[in-house]
């Protein structure tokens, strides 16, 4: 299974990394796609680190992005080229089978002006299975 991943740029909390690790244990994908920015997506790639083949889908404003030298520490990394934000987010969904979200408290499927949400709001147009997982480590699936 390829696995898209995206989230808030605020770092999650450890029940969102223990459900994450949890997840890939039991799923075993095969790839990881995230959009390389602070927060959530580094966090993701440092648990899928060394695992599973890891695809970076980097935003063209590099003013929140996890530097490509930290990336690459890890082995099986590809750095696809920059995009801006929506374009990479849409990026991710269209090539991988199932998305995970990391929220932030409070937010939901409403949420305005979140690339997260938008992100969650178009893999559900495209009929990809998404599971959000916010900060209490509680999972709402959406298929």
């Known amino acids: 299974m ?3 991943f ?3 740029r605020e770092e999650p909390t ?3 990394i223990d459900w994450l690790t949890e997840f890939f244990r039991q799923e075993k994908p095969t790839e990881l796609h995230h959009g390389a920015c602070v927060g959530s997506d580094w966090a993701a790639h440092r648990v899928a680190a060394g695992n599973f083949a890891i695809v970076v889908h980097p935003p063209i404003d590099e003013r929140l992005m996890v530097r490509a030298s930290k990336l690459m520490i890890y ?3 590809l750095i696809l080229p ?3 934000y929506l374009e990479r987010n849409r990026h991710i969904v269209d090539n991988t089978d199932r ?3 990391f929220s932030r408290a409070g937010d939901d499927m409403n949420t305005m002006k979140s690339g997260t949400w938008a992100t969650v709001r178009y893999a559900k147009s495209q009929g990809k299975p998404v599971d ?3 900060p209490d480590g ?3 699936k959406y298929n």
């Open 82 to 84: 920059p995009a801006p």
């Open 14 to 16: 450890q029940a969102q």
């Open 99 to 101: 998305l995970v979200a």
């Open 75 to 77: 082995r099986d990394v």
């Open 132 to 134: 959000v997982i916010y």
């Open 6 to 8: 995206t989230g808030t």
């Open 2 to 4: 390829r696995l898209g």
């Open 138 to 140: 509680q999972a709402r």
